[in-house]
């Protein structure tokens, strides 16, 4: 299994960008994705997820309003639009693929066969 995170760069505050993962080794359809950052000195967060028909949809409450997660099945990849972006949304991004997603008000985890692609870098400036 594969993921390949791209779409990363250098933003003012404000500013919007979208990041896409492409998926390859399984059938993409059949799985739960999701993004997650890690900030430099701090631990990788959640920041949202997806099912696997897209029907369902989580998020961060830092980014509640401001990011929307999507996915299109037919070409193996999942988005994540990031419109007015603030400085604290600078960090390395990472997707990843698992069977489900386990969610509370602490936010989602992926379970079974999680596998986890390479970080695209969002710098936000103020």
């Known amino acids: 299994v594969q993921l390949q995170a791209s779409g990363g760069g250098l933003v003012q505050a404000g500013g919007s960008l979208r990041l896409s993962c492409a998926a390859s080794?399984?059938?993409?359809?059949?799985?739960?994705m999701g993004w997650f950052r890690q900030a430099p000195g701090k631990e990788r967060e959640f920041v949202a997820a997806?099912?696997?028909?897209?029907?369902?949809?989580y998020y961060a409450d830092s980014v509640k309003g401001r990011f929307t997660i999507s996915r299109d099945n037919a070409k193996n990849t999942v988005y994540l639009q990031m419109n007015s972006l603030k400085p604290e949304d600078t960090g390395d991004y990472y997707c990843?693929?698992?069977?489900?997603?386990?969610?509370?008000?602490?936010?989602?985890?992926?379970?079974?066969?999680?596998?986890w692609g390479q970080g695209t870098q969002v710098t936000v400036s103020s």
């Open positions: 080794g399984r059938t993409f359809s059949s799985y739960a």
């Open positions: 997806i099912s696997w028909s897209g029907g369902s949809t």
């Open positions: 990843a693929s698992g069977v489900g997603l386990d969610c509370s008000g602490y936010g989602c985890r992926l379970i079974k066969s999680v596998y």
